[in-house]
């Protein structure tokens, strides 16, 4: 292997971070756009055929805390409609704006008054419901679903590789970057385990992989973008500081 990933772990700051701000800032959302994980079809053909066994005309999907789209327009594909909302003004800024029936809106996730009760089909939260209020979000998805509608939450774990050296690698700076984890992101590295859903129906898919091929480049920007990588900088925007090279 000629290039490691070196962790200069003077430069770490926990507990210095505002969360309103973790997710804003021009250049943290651009990094976003092009290096976080894209979700796989499978997922959302598999949220689909779910929905579609209570609702099966899926008029009209809700993506909270959407950030730049990126679990918004795989769904795009199976709904009418599917409007993305998120906080973040940069991350709506940097959503597509060419998909005709996806919408994007800066908004909180328990709070869409541009939204009728009892009009939606799904609810989706992907890689967000650990971020989001939620209580108040659920109360905000049983408005506005119809009968029967879908709460679909998804995320992912720790990247791993199948070149050993490199797995060794990732996981040692991973384990480490989460053992700075505020407690927000305990539960989506938990895969959710301890999270109870008043509601029927409830299935659980652990067998689903995203694959991708990344460079080591890639994943160094991959981890600079990981919202836990801005805990440790205090701010909002990928820095190089946390990420250097060696031989
Ligand atoms: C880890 S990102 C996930 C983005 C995208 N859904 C994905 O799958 O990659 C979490 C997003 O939730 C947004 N967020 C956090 N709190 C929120 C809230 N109360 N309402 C709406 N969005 C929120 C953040 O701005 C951020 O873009």
Not at 84 to 101: F, H, L, V
Request: with cysteine; proline share 7%.
């Amino acid at each position: 292997m000629d290039t490691a990933l070196l962790f200069q772990s003077s430069h770490l700051v926990p507990g210095n971070v505002d969360k309103s701000k973790m997710f804003l800032g021009m250049d943290h959302s651009k990094v976003y756009v092009e290096h976080r994980p894209r979700y796989t079809d499978e997922l959302f053909k598999t949220i689909a055929d779910y929905c579609k066994e209570t609702n099966p005309d899926l008029n009209l999907a809700v993506d909270v805390g959407c950030g730049p789209g990126t679990s918004t327009i795989g769904l795009a594909k199976y709904f009418q409609k599917v409007i993305g909302i998120d906080i973040s003004e940069t991350q709506i800024a940097c959503a597509p704006k060419d998909i005709p029936n996806c919408e994007f809106k800066v908004g909180y996730s328990d709070k869409l008054p541009f939204i009728e009760a009892g009009t939606v089909d799904l609810f989706c939260c992907g890689s967000s419901f650990h971020w989001l209020p939620q209580k108040e979000t659920l109360a905000e998805a049983d408005r506005v679903l119809k009968p029967g509608g879908t709460i679909a939450i998804f995320g992912y774990d720790f990247p791993c590789c199948d070149i050993p050296e490199v797995e060794a690698c990732l996981q040692s700076i991973w384990t480490r970057i989460f053992s700075f984890a505020p407690k927000e992101a305990a539960p989506a590295l938990e895969r959710f385990r301890g999270l109870e859903l008043p509601y029927p129906g409830l299935i659980r898919n652990d067998e689903m992989k995203l694959q991708m091929n990344y460079t080591v480049e890639r994943n160094i920007e991959f981890l600079r973008v990981h919202t836990l990588s801005t805990c440790l900088h205090g701010e909002a925007h990928p820095t190089p500081r946390l990420f250097g090279r060696c031989c």
